[in-house]
């Protein structure tokens, strides 16, 4: 399967609750390659490179956490990039 890279938007109570730390956790253990970063209205945002069954997952894990809530999300397929892993930035 080939891969594919997402920009995501999330949208609710998403900064101050472990977001960031979650999702590269989560990228990592998947082998997805990306980064995520606050944004100062409050959202966050996500891009991630891998298989798309993969990236369900990591989406899947996000919003099992009981502390987010993401009430919607903005997403578009982007390019892939040459990269190795997934950080926070």
Do not use: C
């Amino acid at each position: 399967m080939s891969e594919i890279r997402k920009r995501i938007i999330f949208h609710g109570r998403v900064q101050g609750v472990g977001f960031r730390y979650t999702a590269k956790y989560l990228a990592r253990s998947l082998g997805l390659t990306g980064w995520v970063e606050n944004e100062y209205d409050g959202t966050v945002i996500l891009e991630v490179q891998g298989r798309e069954a993969l990236i369900y997952k990591l989406m899947e894990g996000l919003n099992r956490n009981q502390f987010i809530t993401i009430d919607w999300i903005d997403t578009e397929e982007i390019p892939v990039e040459k990269e190795q892993s997934f950080y926070v930035k």
